[in-house]
């Protein structure tokens, strides 16, 4: 089946430091989904790409989908406190199922 | 409603005990599925619903795990005597119609602890 490898598996920064993760896969992907799972708590959808060479932004988070739909980067520009939590990717097999990577789980200190 | 709602937030278990998780998708939601999230942080899908109906289970173990979607009553997941490793967190997610969309939201979950 579908599977989506995620790098790096931890990072630790100070706040006000960049932060990306980086997602790929093997095969092309139809779409994929961000998701965000704070300490104790479940995963919250963050955003989908769809297109080749997409890139979008939501304030300090960029984005982005490769242009052959096999990989796929989140940036955080200067990190927050607020941002620590764990950042997975995932992408569809099949028809509705998604296949999640490892996560990256990212730590920011004041 | 408008959030995905799991019962209970904590089960603890002995092992060979049963253990029946429920699941209440948001409502207009044709679709439900079940992760299992071990300590690493890794999802391991389960199963899917469409409606009633099982739609993907290629993730479920065959042996003692099963689910069901009846109408007008929450989802469940049921494991029969429970073994250590099934400890985990259960979360349930849910999904509209429009496969286009395609947003999965997924509820609190449950944590299982097998003693």
């Known amino acids: 089946g579908q599977q989506v490898m995620q790098i790096p598996q931890y990072q630790h920064v100070q706040e006000g430091e960049d932060f990306t993760t980086y997602c790929n896969s093997s095969?092309?992907?139809?779409?994929i989904q961000w998701y965000k799972q704070r300490p104790g708590g479940h995963p919250v959808f963050l955003i989908q790409l769809v297109k080749s060479g997409e890139v979008k932004k939501q304030k300090r988070l960029t984005f982005q989908f490769g242009e052959a739909k096999k990989n796929s980067s989140l940036h955080i520009t200067a990190t927050q406190t607020t941002d620590v939590g764990t950042y997975f990717c995932?992408?569809?097999?099949?028809?509705?199922?998604?296949?999640f990577g490892k996560g990256t789980m990212l730590l920011v200190s004041p | 409603g408008e959030e995905v709602a799991q019962t209970p937030k904590h089960l603890v278990r002995g092992e060979g005990q049963k253990a029946k998780l429920y699941c209440a998708p948001i409502?207009?939601?044709?679709?439900v599925f079940w992760y299992q999230q071990v300590l690493k942080n890794e999802f391991k899908f389960l199963i899917s619903?469409?409606?009633?109906?099982?739609?993907?289970e290629t993730g479920m173990p065959k042996e003692r795990f099963s689910a069901k979607c009846l109408p007008n009553s929450p989802c469940s997941l049921e494991i029969q005597a429970t073994k250590l490793e099934d400890s985990a967190v259960y979360f349930c997610?849910?999904?509209?119609?429009?496969?286009?969309?395609?947003?999965?939201?997924f509820g609190p979950g449950t944590r299982l602890t097998v003693l």
């Open positions: 409502k207009g939601h044709s679709y």
């Open positions: 997610a849910s999904r509209g119609r429009d496969i286009r969309t395609d947003t999965q939201y």
């Open positions: 619903f469409q409606n009633e109906n099982v739609f993907d």
């Open positions: 095969t092309t992907l139809s779409n």
């Open positions: 995932a992408a569809h097999s099949g028809y509705s199922t998604l296949t």
